[in-house]
C-alpha cells in the first residue's frame, strides 16, 4: 500500500521557517519524482517544487525560488522543503506527491501519487 505521510506544517509568523517532511513507504521510491504543491480552498493545485529521483535535479515556482529548498534523502525514502521567509500568501494545505518515472513538468495530473496534506498557516 502507497503512503505519502506529511507532517510539519503550522503556524508561523511572517519571515520565519518551517520544514516540511514526507515520509513514502509502499513503493520503489528511488524510481519516483517527488513534488510539493499546495492548495487554497476553492483553487486549483499549485506547483511548489519538484526534485528528481537522484536528487540531482531541483525545480521550482517562481513564488519558491530562493526561499524553498527541496531535497530527499532515497536512503530513509522521505524528501523534504525547508521554507523560509514565508509569507503570509504561503498559507495553504501543502502536498507531498511522486511521480513513477522521470520529472517531466509542473503539473498535479502528472504526478499519481498523493499525501493527505499539512495545514501552513502564516500570519502577518
Known amino acids: 500500500q502507497v503512503q505519502l505521510v506529511e507532517s510539519g506544517g503550522g503556524l508561523v509568523q511572517a519571515g520565519g521557517s518551517l520544514r516540511l517532511s514526507c515520509a513514502v513507504t509502499g513503493l520503489a521510491f528511488e524510481s519516483y519524482a517527488m513534488g510539493w504543491f499546495r492548495q487554497l480552498p476553492g483553487k486549483e493545485r499549485e506547483f511548489v517544487a519538484a526534485?528528481?529521483?537522484?536528487?540531482?535535479?531541483?525545480y521550482y515556482a517562481d513564488s519558491a525560488k530562493g526561499r524553498f529548498t527541496v531535497s530527499r534523502d532515497n536512503a530513509k525514502n522521505t524528501v523534504s522543503l525547508q521554507m523560509n521567509s514565508l509569507k503570509p500568501e504561503d498559507t495553504a494545505v501543502y502536498y507531498c506527491?511522486?511521480?513513477?518515472?522521470?520529472?517531466?513538468?509542473?503539473?498535479?495530473?502528472?504526478?499519481?501519487?498523493w499525501g493527505q496534506g499539512t495545514q501552513v498557516t502564516v500570519s502577518s
Open positions: 506527491a511522486g511521480r513513477h518515472g522521470p520529472y517531466i513538468g509542473r503539473g498535479a495530473s502528472t504526478f499519481d501519487s
Open positions: 526534485i528528481s529521483r537522484s536528487g540531482s535535479g531541483t
